[in-house]
């Protein structure tokens, strides 16, 4: 089976603009997580989608969203860009019961806002 | 709210010997526990992962893990190093068990030295 992919790796942004993210899972699964990596703060979790629906947020501003298709590819988006926002963004999908519930990662999308 | 604790940002080990990287946990609920690994410029790879059952866990690259509850610890360890586990580690716990999102730790970079 193929890995979970994101495209594009990697991503130059200016201050003030927006930038839409994908990712495809691994094919089965239905749930995918988006989380955050910077040198700062760590991994942290921003959002999950299951059957096109959000179902878990984390704690960032409203200028972080996502989306889910029927095929299970998601997309998420950050408008008004910061230099803040500069961040290894990595998605995960997650196997289904069956599977044990284990989340397989992307290898990122690295933006770099300046 | 659940949390995790990596002691140590930095080790380092010389080949062939023990491994030793430190995790605990702080949830209210019985967790889901992992460990992942990333390597320079990669997404993160699932070593191993505690849900329930034995508390003794062993993963892939001859790393293992015991969950004990006692100690609210995940420490993960590999009798002997190699070049190629020069890397970093995660310890996370899943939020809301089985279908929750991953809190992670700050990570903990392993330096294997000759």
């Known amino acids: 089976k193929a890995g979970v992919t994101q495209t594009p790796r990697y991503l130059i942004k200016t201050r003030g603009q927006q930038v839409t993210l994908s990712c495809s899972p691994i094919s089965g699964h239905r749930s995918v997580s988006w989380y955050q990596q910077t040198p700062g703060q760590g991994l942290q979790f921003l959002f999950e989608y299951f059957s096109e629906t959000q179902r878990n947020k984390g704690n960032f501003p409203g200028r972080f969203s996502g989306r889910q298709f029927s095929n299970s590819r998601s997309e998420m988006n950050v408008s008004t860009l910061e230099l803040g926002d500069s961040a290894l963004y990595l998605c995960a999908s997650k196997a289904p019961p069956a599977g044990g519930y284990e989340q397989y990662f992307g290898p990122g999308t690295r933006l770099t806002v300046t | 709210a659940q949390s995790v604790t990596q002691l140590g940002s930095h080790v380092s080990v010389s080949e062939g010997a023990l491994v030793l990287l430190r995790c605990n946990y702080s949830?209210?609920?019985?967790?889901?526990l992992f460990w992942y690994v990333q390597y320079p410029n990669q997404g993160l790879q699932l070593l191993l992962k505690?849900?329930?059952?034995?508390?003794l866990v062993k993963g892939i690259n001859g790393f293992e893990a015991e969950f004990k509850k006692s100690e609210t610890s995940f420490h993960l360890t590999k009798p002997s190093a190699h070049m190629s586990d020069a890397a970093e580690y995660f310890c996370a716990v899943s939020e809301g068990g089985s279908q929750g999102n991953l809190i992670f730790g700050k990570g903990t970079k392993l330096s294997v030295k000759p």
């Open positions: 949830s209210s609920v019985p967790p889901y």
């Open positions: 505690y849900t329930t059952g034995a508390t």
